[in-house]
């Protein structure tokens, strides 16, 4: 079991920054894999990021490329989602989620091998 919980959503203005983060508890936070999705109301979760066991390996949305960067610290059992350059459209719920198990070096876009999820944070971002 992984209990997930984020922090670190609010209000920013558009051009300004947020770092998200996702404490883990309950077992081996390095024997997972972990991605960071968001959903606004009426649409699908959206991939965003995601990272590695090993965090070796990183995978962005092409929506966010180049403005958000995940890192994880396996020490402290937190994930995190730096996010710069915000828009109005990165208005959403953002959702830390953590796989069972992964290979030291894949990293997943879709949420099927996402066993674990936190409870989500808001994120708005006004023009």
């Known amino acids: 079991q992984v209990q997930l919980v984020e922090s670190g959503g609010g209000l920013v203005q558009a051009g300004g920054s947020l770092r998200l983060s996702c404490a883990a508890s309950?077992?081996?936070?390095?024997?997972?894999?972990l991605g960071w999705f968001r959903q606004t109301p009426g649409k699908e979760r959206e991939f965003v990021a995601a990272?590695?066991?090993?965090?070796?390996?990183?995978g962005y949305a092409d929506s966010v490329k180049g403005r958000f960067t995940i890192s994880r610290d396996n020490a402290k059992n937190t994930v995190f989602l730096q996010m710069n350059s915000l828009k109005p459209e990165d208005t959403a719920v953002y959702y830390c989620?953590?796989?069972?198990?992964?290979?030291?070096?894949?990293?997943?876009?879709?949420?099927?091998?996402?066993?674990?999820w936190g409870q989500g944070t808001q994120v708005t971002v006004s023009s």
């Open positions: 309950g077992r081996a936070f390095g024997s997972c894999a």
């Open positions: 990272i590695s066991r090993s965090g070796n390996s990183r």
């Open positions: 989620a953590a796989t069972a198990t992964g290979s030291s070096s894949a990293t997943y876009s879709n949420p099927g091998p996402y066993t674990y």
